[in-house]
C-alpha cells in the first residue's frame, strides 16, 4: 500500500485566510482527494486536529490499524495534519484516529469534509470524486430572474424519505425521483422545490436536523452524482432548488464534530453557549475563526458544487438569543447585559454577504420565529441580510382562526387581519412546513372543521387566502392533496387519496393557484411591498367576508380578492371598486366544480355607480359558501 508521502495543497495565503476565518472554499483543501503526486495515484488527505498529538488514517486498506498510516502535522500552527496515501482511491472508506494532547483522550471521526459516507447505520466516510457533467446552462444563465424577490416564489416543501416509497417501503433512489419528483412538481405548478436537509445525518427520526456529513449527500437514496442529477433534471424543467441548511446545532455521535480532537474544537466549550437542551445537541463556536469558515464554506459548497439556489437556514431563533430555552441561571448575558448572541449575529451577517457576493442570484430563507428586527433587511443597513423570513405569526394565528367553527369566526376576524399590520416589515415567506403536520397536530385538512365538504372547502379557501397575502409560499408535501394522516417520516404519502373527489379537487386547487399566482404580476411584483396590497374591507365581521386588492407595477393588473368564511352564500353582496371604469372577469373561484366546490356561480355585475366603501364604483358578485373569489 506505501507509507504516508508528505504532501501539501495549501499555500501560506490558505493558511492565512484559514487562521483569521475568511477561507470560504475550505472543501477544495480539507478532506480526502484523489489525486496524482509524481505520477503515483493515491488521496490525499487534510484535517483540522490542532489539539492533537498524532492523526491518522485508519480504514480497511490498513485493517484499521492507527500506526500504519500517520498524517503530518504542519509547521504553521495551524493546526492541519495532512499527507498523500499511494494507492488508495475511489471507494475506499476510512475514518481519522485521533490522540489527543488533552488528558491522552482518543477519538475516531468521520471526515468533516467528506463528499460521501457509509449508509448508516455504518458511520465511516468514504474516498469520492464527485464530478459530473451539468446539463442546466439555461437556467443557471437566468435564474437572476428566476429567483429575483419579485418574482414568483411558491415552493413545495419535500422529505426525500418519505415523499413516495417503493412497493416494499424502500427508497426512491436520487435517479428514481430525478424522474418521478420532477415530474410531479412540473405538473402542479411549483417554482422551487425545498428539499429537507439532505446532508448525512446518522438519525432517520431527526428527520436529517442532526448532521454529522455537512458535505455529503445523504447515501439513503445514492451516490453524490444521484443528487446532482435530481438538481440537474429539476433545473432542466424551470424548477429552483432550495435546501435546509442546519448551521445551528450538530449531534454528540461519536463519529461526528463534537470533541472532535480531545477538545471542545467546533462546540462552544461553555455548556451554556454550546448544549441545546432541547435537542440534546452541541452548538458551533461562532467566535471561533476557523469553525465560521467552516459553516460559511459548506453554505459556499452547495451552492457551487451542487447548484443549489437558495438555502433556508434552519433555528435562528436559537442561534441569535443566548437564553434560547433555558431558564434564569442557565444562560449568561453578553457584554452588553443583554441576551443576543452577538457572536452568532455577527457570523450570519458574515454569511449572508458571502453567499450574496458570491452568488448574487441566489436566496437565504431565515426560519426564525421571534420578533427580532430587521432579519430580511441588508446587512449595511443594519439587518441580518436575509432574503426572506418565514412567517411564523401569519401561519400561527391562521391557522387557529381556520379550526374555528365558522359560527363563532365573526368574533375573530382579527386572527387573519392582524397580519397586515406587520406585513411588510420583513419579506415574508409564508409557510405550512412539516412542522404543522406531526405531534397531534393533525393534518391540515383534518383541522379544518365541518363535514367532509367543508373541510375540503375551508382548505381550498385557506390555501387561496395564503396565495393572495403578500409574501411567498410553502406547502409541505402532502398537504396539496389533503393528506388526511399525519406526516410520517417512516413511509410514503398516501397517494392512493388522490384518486377521490375532494382530494383530487385540492391537488387541482393548488395547480391553479399556482398557474394565477405565475400569471398574475399583482400578486408577486410588489410581495414584499406595502404598495402592493390595499384594503377594501376588513371590517366584515358579521357576514365573515374579507375584501382586498393585490397590485402590481401596472394598475390595470390589479386582482380583486373576496374571502367568503362561512358555509353561507352571500348573493349580491357589494364591493367598492376605485376604478372609473372596466368590465370584471372571473379568474378563480375555490367553488369551482373542478376543484371539488358546489358550482355555485359567482355572477360579477358590471362596474355599477353607486358609492361603496369609499369608492366611486361598485360590484355585485355572488360569494360561494366557504370559498375565496379572484377577479380582475
Known amino acids: ?56 488514517v485508519i480504514g480497511n486498506f490498513n485493517y484499521w490499524l492507527s500506526h500504519e498510516h500517520p498524517l503530518n502535522v504542519r509547521w504553521d500552527e495551524s493546526g492541519i495534519w495532512e499527507g498523500f496515501i499511494p494507492n488508495i482511491g475511489k471507494g ?25 459516507c457509509e449508509h448508516p447505520p455504518n458511520t465511516a466516510s468514504v474516498v469520492w470524486d464527485d464530478s459530473y457533467k451539468w446539463k442546466d446552462a439555461k437556467w443557471m444563465k437566468d435564474r437572476k430572474a428566476k429567483n429575483a424577490l419579485n418574482s414568483p416564489f411558491s415552493v413545495y416543501e419535500v422529505h426525500l424519505g418519505s415523499w413516495k416509497r417503493k412497493g416494499d417501503n424502500a427508497f426512491l433512489s436520487y435517479e428514481e425521483l430525478a424522474v418521478e419528483l420532477v415530474q410531479y412538481v412540473k405538473e402542479m405548478g411549483f417554482t422551487h422545490v425545498e428539499f429537507m436537509p439532505i446532508m448525512e445525518y446518522p438519525y432517520d427520526p431527526s428527520w436529517g436536523y442532526q448532521l454529522t456529513g455537512y458535505f455529503a449527500p445523504t447515501s439513503r437514496f445514492g451516490e453524490p452524482q444521484g443528487f446532482k442529477l435530481l438538481v440537474d433534471k429539476l433545473h432542466q424543467n424551470g424548477i ?19 470533541f472532535f480532537d480531545g477538545s471542545h474544537l467546533y462546540e462552544h466549550p461553555d455548556r451554556r453557549r454550546g448544549y441545546h437542551p432541547d435537542w440534546k445537541s452541541l452548538i458551533f463556536n461562532y467566535g471561533r475563526n476557523e469553525v465560521r469558515a467552516f459553516l460559511i464554506s459548506n453554505a459556499l459548497f452547495w451552492l457551487d458544487q451542487f447548484h443549489a439556489d437558495a438555502l433556508r437556514v434552519d433555528a435562528v431563533a436559537s442561534m441569535l438569543y443566548l437564553d434560547y430555552s433555558r431558564e ?3 444562560w449568561e448575558p453578553n457584554m452588553y447585559g443583554n441576551n443576543e448572541n452577538l457572536e452568532a449575529m455577527s457570523f450570519i451577517r458574515e454569511l449572508n454577504e458571502t453567499v450574496y457576493g458570491n452568488y448574487p442570484d441566489v436566496q437565504t430563507i431565515a426560519e426564525e420565529s421571534t420578533a427580532f428586527t430587521g432579519v430580511s433587511k441588508p446587512v449595511n ?24 367553527d365558522p359560527i363563532y369566526r ?11 399590520t406587520y406585513a411588510f416589515t420583513e419579506n415574508f415567506m409564508l409557510p405550512f412546513s412539516h412542522d404543522e403536520v406531526v405531534y397531534g397536530k393533525k393534518s391540515l385538512v383534518y383541522r379544518m372543521p365541518g363535514d367532509e365538504w367543508q373541510r375540503f372547502a375551508n382548505l381550498r379557501l385557506l390555501f387561496g387566502y395564503m396565495f393572495t397575502h403578500p409574501g411567498t409560499n410553502l406547502i409541505f408535501m402532502g398537504g396539496e392533496f389533503g393528506q388526511t394522516e399525519e406526516w410520517n417520516f417512516q413511509q410514503s404519502l398516501d397517494w392512493h387519496l388522490t384518486q377521490y373527489d375532494g382530494h383530487k379537487g385540492i391537488q387541482e386547487t393548488i395547480k391553479g393557484l399556482n398557474e394565477l399566482y405565475k400569471k398574475q404580476p399583482a400578486l408577486y411584483q410588489k410581495q414584499f411591498d406595502s404598495e402592493g396590497f390595499q384594503w377594501i374591507d376588513y371590517g366584515d365581521h358579521e357576514n365573515c367576508v374579507l375584501t382586498y386588492i393585490r397590485k402590481g407595477e401596472d394598475s390595470k393588473n390589479d386582482l380583486y380578492i373576496a374571502l367568503n368564511l362561512t358555509p353561507a352564500p352571500r348573493v349580491d353582496y357589494r364591493i367598492g371598486i376605485p376604478k372609473k371604469s372596466g368590465v370584471p372577469k372571473p379568474l ?45
Open 328 to 330: 434564569e441561571g442557565e
Open 588 to 632: 378563480f373561484n375555490s367553488d369551482d366544480v373542478k376543484y371539488g366546490g358546489s358550482g355555485t356561480d359567482c355572477a360579477i355585475s358590471k362596474l355599477q355607480n353607486t358609492p361603496w366603501h369609499g369608492h366611486s364604483k361598485s360590484v355585485e358578485i355572488t360569494l360561494p359558501p366557504l370559498s375565496i373569489v379572484i377577479f380582475k
Open 92 to 116: 475506499e472508506v476510512y475514518k481519522y484516529h485521533i490522540k489527543s494532547n488533552n488528558h491522552g483522550a482518543v477519538t475516531e471521526k468521520a471526515d468533516p469534509f467528506a463528499r460521501y
Open 1 to 56: 500500500m506505501g507509507n504516508v508521502v508528505p504532501h501539501s495543497v495549501f499555500s501560506d495565503f490558505d493558511i492565512d485566510l484559514f487562521k483569521s476565518g475568511k477561507h470560504y472554499r475550505l472543501y477544495e483543501k480539507l478532506g480526502s482527494h484523489p489525486m496524482t503526486v509524481d505520477g503515483v495515484k493515491g488521496t490525499y488527505f487534510a484535517v483540522w486536529a490542532p489539539s492533537a498529538k498524532a492523526v491518522s
Open 381 to 404: 443597513f443594519g439587518g441580518l441580510g436575509f432574503g426572506m423570513k418565514w412567517m411564523m405569526g401569519w401561519m400561527h394565528d391562521t391557522l387557529e382562526y381556520f379550526k374555528k
Open 240 to 258: 429552483g432548488v432550495i435546501l435546509d441548511w442546519v448551521p445551528s446545532h450538530f449531534p454528540e455521535d461519536a463519529h461526528g464534530l463534537g
Open 410 to 420: 365573526k368574533h375573530h376576524q382579527n386572527d387573519l387581519t392582524f397580519s397586515m
